[in-house]
């Protein structure tokens, strides 16, 4: 079984700054690209940013120049480290991977969302 889980969410004042962690583990065969997308009440889910196997990263334009993201891939971990955080960047923060499993079975998997709150 394979799952993903996120830490690192809470209450930040504006400008202030906070990192998300996230553990892929299980039965993993591989890793392929890896992200985070946040969600507020009543609206879709979006993309905050992506990262390759190889480090190749993409940002959503209203994050860019403030959220960074990077991995770990010998921990199978991915990070987003979040600066200059606005109200609007309040949402519930989920992890996504693209991962072969064991059994070469390649699937998109979600963490359980942590939550973020920025104060105005």
């Known amino acids: 079984q394979v799952q993903l889980v996120e830490s690192g969410g809470g209450l930040v004042q504006a400008g202030g700054s906070l990192r998300l962690s996230c553990t892929a583990s299980g039965s993993i065969f591989s890793i392929n690209a890896m992200g985070w997308y946040r969600q507020t009440p009543g609206k879709q889910r979006e993309l905050v940013a992506t990262?390759?196997?190889?480090?190749?990263?993409n940002y959503a334009d209203s994050v860019k120049g403030r959220f960074t993201i990077s991995r770990d891939n010998a921990k199978n971990m991915v990070y987003l480290q979040m600066n200059s955080l606005k109200p609007e960047d309040t949402a519930v923060y989920y992890c996504?991977?693209?991962?072969?499993?064991?059994?070469?079975?390649?699937?998109?998997?979600w963490g359980q969302g942590t939550q973020v709150t920025v104060s105005s």
């Open positions: 996504n991977a693209h991962m072969v499993s064991s059994m070469r079975s390649l699937n998109n998997y």
């Open positions: 990262i390759t196997s190889g480090g190749g990263t």
